[in-house]
């Protein structure tokens, strides 16, 4: 999956007080897009010497580090015109071979995310700041302190007999399926989350629903919980006509186009059709 990195290694834990170095990874986004240092054809993350002065406004954030070296979240605008410095857009992950940098530049997105979000207070409406002691943000005259946002979703692979059920959101391209998915609400458990989206999605009653492993999925700022479940291919499937607008038992042999390995939805899909799942 995209966070499995080995040998590569990245580390998020906090260290407030390091100080950006010419020689640390910087991240900086624009709308959908990341700006990365390009070398012929090999895009890698600038370091913190690349970049040109830095406004007064701007802000550089602790992320974590990357194989021992610590990266920072530029927060505000730069204005950079060296050709060598470019605005790619973030689902260059999907594609690179380098996936030490795909997986730094989807947690830093999750945070630029954050911090945008949460610049100014909910409660009383001032402006934010960067916690001193913790990766968090606190306001200055109400003193509400706000962490960052993790949404846990479940997805579950529910199989009958030697069969998968996979669904197709009205947001997928026209013949792209996945697993059933979707967040949990207020009150209830993940297992209870499965079977009411399970219902709620395509109307089948499962069983045997089983953990098989978590996925942070920074796009969404989601943590995706994967189960399996049994279900019954008899039973009459009723799609929701809003979310899931297809869906069907699909044998090993004749799965249709699904997500990649990246994924926590893609690895459970090719763990079924490999016959281990």
Known sequence: MIQDIFPHHFSNEYQPQTAVQPEHLVLHYK???????????????PQFRDLPPLPEHSECRWIGQLNHTPCFLVLGDIST?????????IRFFRTTQQKEIAWLCLVGL????????????????????????????ECPNCHLVVYPKIAPAIIVAIRSTNKLLLARNANFPDGWFSLVAGYADIGESLEETVRR??????????????????????????????F?????????????????????????????????ALSIAGEMIEKFKQGIL
């Not at 240092?37 to 993350?45: A, Y």
């Not at 019954?232 to 699904?258: C, F, M």
Request: glycine share 8%.
């Open 31 to 45: 709308d959908d897009t990341l700006l990365l240092k390009r070398t012929g054809d090999i895009f890698t993350v």
């Open 81 to 89: 015109d060296h050709p060598s410095l470019i605005y790619e857009d």
């Open 110 to 137: 999750h945070l630029s995310n954050w911090y945008k979000q949460h610049a100014y207070c909910g409660q009383c409406g001032s402006p934010t700041r960067q916690k001193a002691d913790e990766r968090a943000l």
């Open 197 to 226: 989206e399970v219902k709620e999605e395509v109307g089948l009653d499962i069983c045997g629903i089983r953990y098989y492993k978590s996925q942070p999925w920074p796009l969404s700022g989601s943590l995706m919980v994967g």
């Open 228 to 260: 399996t479940a049994e279900g019954n291919e008899e039973q009459p499937l009723h799609l929701d006509g809003v979310e899931i607008t297809e869906a069907g038992w699909y044998d090993r042999n004749n799965l249709p186009n699904h997500p990649p």
